[in-house]
């Protein structure tokens, strides 16, 4: 990653200052060499930069000039493959991370992308040291002292004691593994790896194996369809069988109202008012046969009173 630009655009004793460095005469060249006299603000340039790739902090000393909410650094980086992020850092909680124009908040996965994984702390060893932190260096390695080559390592990288941390990395990796080693954490991981790469193995058909299984496969398949057809119709066969089953108490009584039937085969159809007809003149052949009753006896009685009459003949020869 590179910078092609930094903008100062409200940050220490800057107002609207950009460094451009995308003018060089030769694009390749990876060096850029920022100078100025003494309290010309290059201190708080080193300090926008760091603040620029990881956050104005709560408290800052370089608000002098523009206050805490105003404060605002940008700036335009390009990596290896030719991409390039603009944005503009504020100062605040959330969503510090804008757009050029401050109209909307980046992702911050963008700019972690452009960092590579560096940590603020390692960017202020590597790529920060000010005057302070160069004097502080110097006086680390010269008490760390040993080889040139370690003091000119530690001089570039900010670790004053070299052979201290290549113990401590050795040490580390001995932690991690070692080649006739068993419970190391590498050497633990390798051996599952292995096993898992066996059960796996153990796990895979040849070809041949899995045409074989896929021809039985389809074999059964076709089995399974046949049989849920021969189910399918066995399945109708019985609904039918039982609905006969049902059925047959019924037909033994039709066969016998048949037969009953028959016998009344002669007779007359009658009409649909018949039943109403046949109650009223059976009211009206009770009525009648009272009515004989009663005159049978009144004519009986008229007959016995006519025996004890007495008839005077000659008054009827004289009825003239």
Known sequence: MKFRRLDLLAFGPFTDVSLDFSRNPRPSAGLHLVYGPNEAGKSSALRALGQLLFG????????????????????????????????????GKSNTLRTPDEADPLEASLLDDFLGGITEDRFSQMFGIDHAGLIRGGREIIQGGG???????????????????????????????????????????????K????????????????????????????????????????????????RIGKALPFMGRR????????????????????????????????????????????????RLSLTGLTVDRGVLTAAE
């Open 255 to 302: 066969r016998e109202l048949t037969a009953a039937l028959a016998d009344c085969a002669d007779a007359p159809h009658l009409p649909e008012d018949f039943p109403e007809r046949r109650r009223d003149l059976q009211t009206a052949l009770r009525t009648a046969e009272a009515e004989r009753e009663g005159a049978e006896k009144t004519v009986a009685e008229i």
């Open 56 to 91: 104005i902090p709560h408290v800052c000393s370089d608000d002098f000039i523009h206050p805490y909410s105003r404060l605002r650094i940008g700036a335009e980086l390009e990596k290896s493959d030719g991409r390039r992020l603009s944005f503009v850092r504020l100062k």
């Open 147 to 193: 080889e040139m080559g370690q003091i000119l390592f530690a001089g570039g990288s900010g670790i004053a004691n070299l052979r201290a941390v290549q113990e401590e990395l050795r040490a580390e990796a001995d932690a991690l593994f070692r080649p006739s080693a068993q419970k190391r954490t590498i050497n633990a991981a390798l051996a599952d790896l």
């Open 195 to 242: 096993t898992v790469r066996r059960e796996m193995r153990d796990a895979q058909l040849s070809a041949d194996e899995w045409s074989g299984h896929a021809t039985a496969l389809e074999t059964a398949t076709a089995e399974k369809e046949r049989l849920t057809a021969t189910l399918a119709e066995k399945m109708r066969e019985r609904n039918s069988l039982e």
